[in-house]
């Protein structure tokens, strides 16, 4: 019995690290424009199946096409903006979200239909020689592939953290964050700032994409799935805040994991929902947000 | 260096600006006075170009501002500090130095601006790793100037520098805006406390309701009787 | 404002015309877009009445689509007289409406909007795990299968959608929910109850998208159980209402018809491509059209001088614009 629950804990922690670098794009794109995309998930998605291409066409590992894929994505991330979410940009906060959270909902349907068109609804895994290779520590078993995601995630985590506290990008994307006007004011583009920044976001997206599609599967309506847990870590660290997003997202892992076990397999989605409903009702900002956002 | 003239600004359907017409030679303070309401942030807000204007014309160093981006006239050297949140508060007074001097114009003179800057400000060297929100109204507005110095500009705009800042602190700014001047950079200020600001204006405009209603240096407007009933205590 | 007298008029020649056709109409064809079209339309309409009405844009409208189908599939093909399970199903989305709106409805605007999308993604993945085979009329129902009686339920749903929310546009509890939605904190200060009317709101959203699940569950004859859970359903409810013209009662309506037909008439070769024309649509209409068909009806119909500003297809301005608002 206490195998079963040590295994769900690394398990869950493993899916828990890809929650939180998931989140990490969201998070930008939320915290930078105020723009909510919930299309996130189907970015991820087209950058799984980017790298799965890449493996079967070109025979490229999957860590080595991660910087192709976040660049391919990078540039899809530019063309949505410049051809969307632009857009919305023009108005207050408020119904930038509710337009935003609109749009990317069209877009979440557009973007699946055209996977399914292209790539067929068959689920893919990227195989590589060390797929089934992992190692055990005790009664544990940790699959190589999921534990390199999640070293990943933390990577990517700390890279984002530096290129907005020391760079001087990074200082003109915290400012445009707190307030863009007074960014403007300042000399910031406060539009490519956001084009930037959004196509930073996708493609985050896309390099957990990869990884899911070497760890896990990806198929076309996988994106919501993700782009709900993303969404739940986001507030479960704090609207508006960057840090410990990669901690929330390993609460959640663990937590949904460890209940799973406890209620049984069918009703660990429920599981997350509960959570979210919990922390929002008793600790609104989050693990680490300010009392206002 | 700066020319405004005949200036409309509406929010919506509302108009809020009429005709506005006034200038900012170089080396001088220029003032805008007027009460809660007369549309002096309105005016500036329309100037940057964070609100659209409906009519008149723009002049910064003989080029047109009008659709110009916000962020390309602070490269052209026209920055403003706005009234309320001069600062960003999430950030550290080194970081709010430092992304003050985001412009290129500016950039290559960061470490040169910096120093000159914590010397006008010495209170800010002391500060340097706070958040920007920890600090008291006084340094905020200062560290706000101080940020716009940071980008070298030729034209500094304040809204009411003075806004919530208790007397001794007020005379403090406003001898670091005369020095500002005398440094080579002109400012066009808007104003509520008409006495203090008179005491260091070259030449003051009066705002009521959206209009220019009067217009003169400090002399002439602090002798004029109209000003003197309606905006200097007795 | 509003002409109830005109309105009403098109809306009882409307349900002749579908009464007609249900009574004589012979093409399978013509009968399954119709039904499909009741359908959506009284999905769409229902969840304009917490979207559109009280402002509350919720993502997870499927879960009580579904809620309502499978509770009247399983009861009546368990044994139960239809009627009786239909009643049962109500009952239950009553319930679960009320039990999952106390917690959600606290929260504002992207908190309840990602709130609902979370319930609605936990519950269609879980009755996936928990029922995962598919949902057949027993053979002896699917030889006496008519399309009658799913015609006219569907309709009567669509029916008492409609009536429900032009009762509530014009009442003071409809009045109360569009307060909110315009600004939550001055109704507070006017003495509406935001939590109160948002929780009516729901309830009575969530409950009518449930009568349109039992109708759904009355009409198809084989399908996965998760499948009224999808939130595709919700997409093409929230595309019908934006579409047709938010907070207008016409509007989920003509955008449902517009939907379905649009989708049957296109040739097929184009599959999926349809739903990335309709994603499109939508797309547009949010960002340039915001009061939908009933807003460009209203302005064409103005710009030629045929009718008189304001009396438009529903008798009502449409709702939901957005704003703009400073930089």
Redesign the interface.
Known sequence: MSRLILQSAVSGLLVGGMYGLVALGLALAFGVLKVLNVAHGELLMLGGYAAFFAFTTWGLDPFVSLPLVFAALFALGVVLYQVLFRFVTRFDVETRIKNSLLLSFGLVLILQALAVRFFTADERTISTSYSSMGFTVGLVRIPLVRLAGLIVAVIAAVALEWLLRKS?FG??V??TA??W??A????????RVYLVAFAISAGLAAMAGSLIALGYSVSPSIGLGWTLKALIVVVLAGLGSMRGLVLAGLFLGLIESLAAVWVGGPYREVVALVVFILVLSLRPQGFFGRAHV | MLAVEALEVAYGDLQVVWGASFEVPERSIVAILGSNGAGKTTTLLAL?G?LPSIGGSVTFKGESLIGV???VM??RGL????EE?PT????TVA?NL???A??RR?RALRDQSLREVLEIFPVLAERLGQPAGTLSGGERQMLGLA?ALM?RPDLLVLDEPSLGLAPIVVESIFDVIRSIRDRGVSVLMVEQHVEMTLDIADHAYVLELGRIVADGTSAELASDTRVRDAYLSP | MCNPVRSLAVWAALLGVTVVLGLVGESQRVLTIAIQTFMLAALASSWNILGGFAGQISLGHAAFFGLGAIVTRELWLGGMPFVLSVVAALVVVIVAAGVVGVPLLRFRDIYFAVGTLAMGVAVSLTIGNVRPGVSSLPVGALREYTFAGPYFLALGVLVVTVVVSLWLRHSKLGLGMMAVRDDEQAAGAIGVSALGHKMVAFVMSGALAGLAGASFAYFSVSYYPNFPFHVVWTFEAILAVFIGGVGTIAGPVIGAAFFVVGRDTLPSGIGEFQVVMFGVLFIVVVLRLPGGIVEGAERLLDRSGLVRRGAGLSGQESAGATDEKG?
């Open positions: 001087r200082h003109a915290r400012a707190e307030d006007t007074r403007a004011l300042t000399g910031i583009d406060v539009g | 940057m964070l981006p916000t962020h602070v490269e920055v403003m500090i706005p949140r960003f508060a999430t950030m970081d430092a992304v003050g985001h412009a500016a940020k980008a | 930089v």
